[in-house]
């Protein structure tokens, strides 16, 4: 499960540089660096994608750490949540493209949000049906699980109410997206035990 998880997340986070190109036209040609500077928007989500992305992993990676074993119903939740991970690219190319576009920006990064709030929703459920299915190792501490379980729920809040400021000011619910990524990547330190390091 961890494996496979890992090269999803792997293929899904490569793939956004992809969208990352400058048009070949005469403009281009004869202004390169303007070329570069107008695909801003492409930059933009790029980051927060990859970021997003990345804080999604290492909570992934969390859980799977956590694990004594699996059953299907983890794996089934497991899959909805590399399913929404594999698919960020595209809300990812249409907050590039129509970003600063009027009605269309609200849609894309309404659309963008919704994905982001999906994939987080998915990640925490993976991990609270972990703890009710008795999937969790037998000797994690009590000051773990309640640290973990607090820190992979503060962001659905954050998500929501971005969503809705993003109807009215597309702009601050995409800073506000990076901002709750680079929390998620910030490292935090779990109780000691059997010498566990930084995540």
Do not use: C
Request: glycine content about 8%; cysteine-free.
């Amino acid at each position: 499960m961890e494996a496979f998880s890992d090269g999803v997340f792997a293929i899904a986070i490569t793939l956004l540089v992809l969208d990352l190109a400058i048009p070949e036209t005469s403009y281009s040609s004869a202004h390169l660096l303007d070329a570069i500077g107008h695909e801003w928007p492409g930059y933009i989500g790029y980051l927060v994608s990859f970021f997003t992305i990345g804080a999604l992993w290492l909570g992934h990676n969390t859980i799977t750490d956590y694990l004594e074993q699996a059953d299907s119903t983890l794996l089934r939740l497991n899959l909805l949540l590399l399913l929404l991970v594999a698919f960020l690219p595209f809300p990812t190319r249409l907050l590039a493209t129509f970003v600063t576009r009027g009605h269309a920006e609200r849609v894309a990064v309404t659309v963008y949000g919704l994905t982001l709030l999906a994939a987080a929703v998915l990640l925490s459920l993976l991990w609270r049906y972990a703890l009710r299915a008795g999937l969790i190792r037998p000797d994690t501490a009590d000051e773990e699980i309640t640290l973990l379980s607090q820190r992979l729920t503060p962001g659905l809040a954050g998500y929501v109410a971005l969503l809705v400021v993003g109807l009215f000011v597309p702009a601050i619910a995409v800073g506000g997206y990076l901002v709750i990524a680079l929390f998620f990547l910030l490292p935090f330190r779990l109780p000691t035990r059997r010498g566990r390091a930084r995540k």
